[in-house]
């Protein structure tokens, strides 16, 4: 029987970010997407997706849902049978980006949360091509839903996040590295060295994706995803 599938969205998103995958992967298997919200540390976002999630299951983070699905490996290992770390990084957070969030917490709280992701954090993230406005349209109304409260918390989570290094040297699940290969938040070169930071990994690059694949090229996401979710359980 296929394990459940957890997804874990990026700061500022929800379960839309991962519909197209949502509608392949749940014709086969229970699927459930944990928000990551609820907290201001990435200790208490991942106690609650453990408390939501079943006893085992597959794990899929991006971004933010990956610092999250690294934190919630190093609380319960024995609860996940394989791990898709996406556009992420396990690196704690440096003095510049966390000084870099504080005049966007300012705008979020005096109401220009839409004008922040549609100017600054959308058009950096997503690259080149014909679906790029009705994304970022999307990513500014799932912005809008979680509302200024939640987004200020996810910024104090990641402000404070932990160096999870460890966690990837001593992974022992099928892992998969994947990211876009034009994404300037977390770029190729950091995914090249978490992949090598895991004893099992397998590394893909989405080409023509920035920072959300799964909405840019979910064609190929869900295709990468896809070879994971069929990789034996057992290493050798």
């Not at 396990?90 to 709280?109: D, F, K, T, Y």
């Not at 839409?114 to 999307?138: D, K, S, Y």
Request: hydrophobic share 45%; net charge negative.
């Amino acid at each position: 029987m296929n394990e459940p599938l957890v997804f874990l969205p990026e700061m500022m998103c929800d379960a839309r970010m991962f519909w197209p995958q949502i509608l392949e992967f749940g014709l086969t298997r229970a699927v459930m997407v944990a928000p990551v919200t609820g907290a201001s540390s990435v200790g208490a976002i991942a106690a609650q997706v453990l408390d939501a999630a079943p006893s085992r299951f597959a794990l899929v983070g991006a971004s933010m849902g990956g610092v999250i699905a690294m934190e919630v490996l190093r609380r319960a290992p024995e609860r996940v049978t394989r791990v898709a770390l996406m556009d992420t990084s396990p690196l704690p957070e440096s003095p510049q980006v966390a000084a870099g969030r504080e005049p966007q917490i300012v705008a979020v709280r005096a109401g220009r949360l839409g004008g922040l992701v549609r100017e600054e954090i959308g058009p950096a993230a997503l690259a080149h091509g014909p679906h790029r406005g009705e994304i970022l349209n999307l990513l500014v109304e799932m912005a809008e839903t979680l509302g200024p409260d939640i987004i200020v918390a996810q910024s104090r989570a990641l402000q404070r996040r932990p160096d999870q290094q460890k966690i990837l040297r001593t992974m022992r699940v099928p892992a998969l590295v994947l990211c876009g290969e034009h994404d300037k938040v977390c770029p190729v070169k950091r995914h090249e060295f978490m992949a090598e930071l895991i004893p099992y990994s397998d590394f893909q690059i989405i080409p023509n994706a920035g920072h959300f694949p799964t909405l840019e090229q979910p064609e190929a996401t869900s295709a990468a995803l896809a070879t994971w979710l069929d990789s034996p359980l057992v290493l050798r």
